[in-house]
């Protein structure tokens, strides 16, 4: 039956899988609404968690006040005048923390007797006495089982979240204490969480109607999006009434009432979020349902969220579930059967015979001498022997070894011949060896058998837990090592870690953390696919274990990093060398699917105790010297020094600043002309992006380009440049400036953007610009690694209209005849040409041949960085079409390069006499 049900399970997990590569696309919208619906649960389930903590500190506070409870009991016991003068007093006690709850939004303090009669209102002291058992199903639970009471119920004057204690006084059962909270309040706590959302609250029409008092219904209304709900006093009769919805909500809350997903949802009791879609914008609204102390479907959570669908949630598929439940069944079935069995064995002898040769379990019985006088059939399976063999021998230390495999010297080591001398029971896991020699794990339960009080005897049973304990082994090792290369991961790391700073405080001795990231490890992941990257990651391994003690640790602690604890150095100095010998290692070539791999690492080295006394410490320097040894060109190891530290900070410091520049309007564009050589005519511009930092000033774009790259925002950013590019242009031709071209830098994580045709298109039409008057450039590296997804996208953006280019060209090693592959319109000869041009013949012949190629290609040329007329006569001779640099402009503002448009005038004014250079 199991292998039955484990095929089946096995074929639905294949058909699920295939089903979800094919519909991937089509499952991302679901898997965010589904994410959606978990935030709103979650901040749901926070919010009403603040407000029982809250009641259980309050609880407590009264709890701890001897003269609250006694006035309690007092007036629980009394009656008539004497009742209401302890009521009064209880209040004046307590009228200082009701007012502070009050105010933190819990709406009602209630104490009841413990017959469930009112004994005292807060909100409402001249009602008191009335019964409440049948209405105020928690404060029945909360008295009857004197355990905390908490959930949601329909009042019948308003419904709330309810918080009940019991409370004592010593032993005495006094009563309970509770705590009412409106959605009022709730619904703040969950703003306060979640401001994102909107959130309303709907009741089930038959859970309040079932309660309401007859005057309170008039205060109800039909909810707009289901007629089976209520909402509460939507007009602000009632004290503490939640705000009514926002204007967009009512008109949701119409289309929503017309979905039948909402109203199966809903009628369901399920936890859904549909999504909608509005000329203004889209939404997504969540369905939380909210049950109330009963278990019954009470009331739902709506929330209403702009633009929820920013990430993507993986679902995964647990097959555990469907074997835990069949064992657990089996386990049953098992138990269920012994139980009966056990019964039938007082009755009838001649059933004994069947359920021993049945059981699963291996039984033997012994008597009083330790003779063996009965083993079952499983016996034999199991250990290997006849009955024959064992039954009237004293052979219990036949199969009952220690764990070394040895025999037991006597019988008093043995824990069940000691157990049985002692006439009682064992229960515990031992090690059997069968008839063959080889060993195996079992659980032994043994009982003792009596006669009256004497003990005549032993019963037990084992079964072979062998693939259990192999089951456990394999969870402790997946607990601690890292599946894809076996080495240990962070939990059993730090662990060792741990361990030797214990050992070297205790000792004396230093050791060294040596934290390695693989350089550039993502794009061998992007180009070459995830299993080569997972191959090479394995190899990695291989190698860094083999450069290794055995007294060392090396651990993978997730992606491309990995850290080493080097044990007894014997001077600061040894990690280098350590190091040295990874980075030869690492540096061979790894031929991986018959490909030929190089990659380099980067090694941050921190010393204990110099540059860290714990865990914490040691591993944020290592990676900070990691990250040091980075920035120094790659392919190196750096020690930890304090500077590190400083940098680190200063980096954060960048980082943080930079994710908050694009929403403080921080960034700005400078644009440098473009200037055709042989006229000066200005033919183009080139935004470049700066940044005006509130307390730094103006911060090259080299200091913060590659961090934003490094850290993802290079994306948002590129969007905004995008969208002002478009927006300035066409605003300089509706003033009537000669409409002219502007470029973009793309960078690589920017271009690798599924939906950059999608970014450029939003551009152009929010601006109104045409495409042909953006241009679009892209480095020679980013070109000649290109896959087949790049080159279909420049040629959609072609096809869209847009001029494309190719920047710093002749720094990528490209083969200009590959450019006629694809849609180029221009090369930028690289500025590091052009700056050594006139002294330099070797750059002067690069730049000629490339002039030379590309007109032959029908492509224009672009010099960057000329900034002498040397320069610019030099690549006038050699036929270059454009030019850029200070010699005709240094980057200006916007109005700046308005004016120069304004002006119309060539730039600068050409020479009488071009002397060749």
Known sequence: MRLFVGALLFLLAWGLSALFLHDNRQDKERQHLAENNVVAATTYQASVATYQLATDLLFAEIMEHDNVLDTFAAGVKAVGPERDRQRGKLYRLLAPTYAQLRQRGIRQLHFHTADGHSFLRFHAPHL?????????????LANTELRPVTGFEAGKNVSGFRYVHPVFRGEEHLGTVETSVTFRSIRAAMTGIDPTREYTLVLRREQVEAVLFDEQRPLYETAPLNDDFLIEDPHLRLPDSAPPPSDSVRRLDRLLREQPRVQAGMKKGEAFTVPLFTEAEDWAVSFVPVQDILGRQAAYIVAYARNPFSATLRRDFYLSLGLTTLFLGAFAWFTWGLLRSRGRLRREKRQLQTITDTIGDGLYVMNGQGVIERVNPTFGKLLGYRPDEVVGRIGHGLFHVREDGAPFANPAECPICSAMGRGEGYVGEELFRRKDGTLMNVEVSCQPIRSGDEGTGVVAAFRDISKRKESDERIRYLAEYDTLTNLPNRTLFLDRLRQAIVAAQREGEIFAVLFLDIDLFKS????????????????????????MRASDTVSRQGGDEFIIILRQIREAA?????????????SESFFIDNQELRVSGSIGIALYPADGEDEAALIKNADAAMYHAKKLGRNNYQFFTAD????????????????????????LLHYQPLVELESGRIVGAEALLRWQHPEQGLVPPGEFIPLAEECGLIVPIGEWVLGEVCRQNKAWQDEGLTKLPVAVNLSPLQFRQRNLEEVIRRALS?????????????TESLLMSAEEQTIALLYQLKNLGLNIAIDDFGTGYSSLS????????????????VR??????????????IIAMAHRLR?????????????RNFLMLEGCNDAQGYHYSRPLPAEGMKTLLRKGQPLPPLPENLDPV
């Open 128 to 140: 008191c006495d009335d019964p409440l058992f049948d209405a105020r199903p928690t404060i029945r």
């Open 818 to 833: 590959y450019l006629k592959l694809f849609p180029i319109d221009k090369l930028k000869i690289d500025r590091s040409f």
């Open 836 to 849: 050594d041009v006139s002294s330099d013949p070797d750059d002067a012949a690069i730049i000629s041949a």
């Open 766 to 778: 929010e601006s109104g610009l045409a495409p042909e008057y953006l241009e679009i450039e892209i």
């Open 524 to 547: 061998i992941n992007d180009s070459l696919g995830h299993p080569v990257g997972d191959r090479l990651l394995q190899e990695m391994a291989r190698r860094l274990v083999e450069c």
């Open 859 to 871: 492509l224009r040329v672009l010099a960057e960085g000329v900034e002498t007329i040397d320069q």
């Open 644 to 667: 590190l530290n400083v940098r680190a900070r200063q980096r954060l410091e960048m980082e943080n600043s930079l994710r908050l520049a694009l929403d403080h309007r921080e960034f």
């Open 574 to 586: 040894d990690p280098a060398q350590i190091a040295r010998k990874i980075l030869a290692a690492i």
